[in-house]
């Protein structure tokens, strides 16, 4: 079993950056692909960005591509997730979550995972 905090949101403006960070404890890190999701008021949680264990695959959805970037540091037991550019409609909360399986196959639904943080919250002012 793995256990996820995630930090490095706060309030930022239309088009600055952010970096999540989202750290790991627990069984090895490593053996775990590690997926960002959010969840807006009132909306569904949503799949943003997912990076497959050894970080050679990666995926992104479409209304973030090009402009947030997914990475790992598996000696850190840690996942990131870069956001530039930002926009008043990426305010939600952010979630890291981890699934335990390594293929170069990306999951997007949330029912893929196992594992999930506690969230830490995005809000892009205009």
């Known amino acids: 079993q793995v256990q996820l905090v995630e930090s490095g949101g706060g309030l930022v403006q239309a088009g600055g950056s952010l970096k999540l960070s989202c750290a790991a404890s627990?069984?090895?890190?490593?053996?775990?692909?590690i997926s960002w999701f959010r969840q807006a008021p009132g909306k569904e949680r949503e799949f943003v960005a997912g990076?497959?264990?050894?970080?050679?695959?990666?995926h992104y959805a479409e209304s973030v591509k090009g402009r947030f970037t997914i990475s790992r540091d598996n000696a850190k037991n840690t996942a990131y997730l870069q956001m530039n550019g930002l926009k008043p409609e990426d305010t939600a909360v952010y979630y890291c979550?981890?699934?335990?399986?390594?293929?170069?196959?990306?999951?997007?639904?949330?029912?893929?995972?196992?594992?999930w943080g506690q969230g830490t919250q995005v809000t892009v002012s205009s």
């Open positions: 990076i497959s264990c050894s970080g050679g695959s990666t």
């Open positions: 627990g069984r090895t890190f490593s053996g775990y692909a």
């Open positions: 979550a981890a699934r335990s399986e390594c293929s170069i196959y990306i999951y997007i639904n949330t029912a893929a995972y196992a594992y």
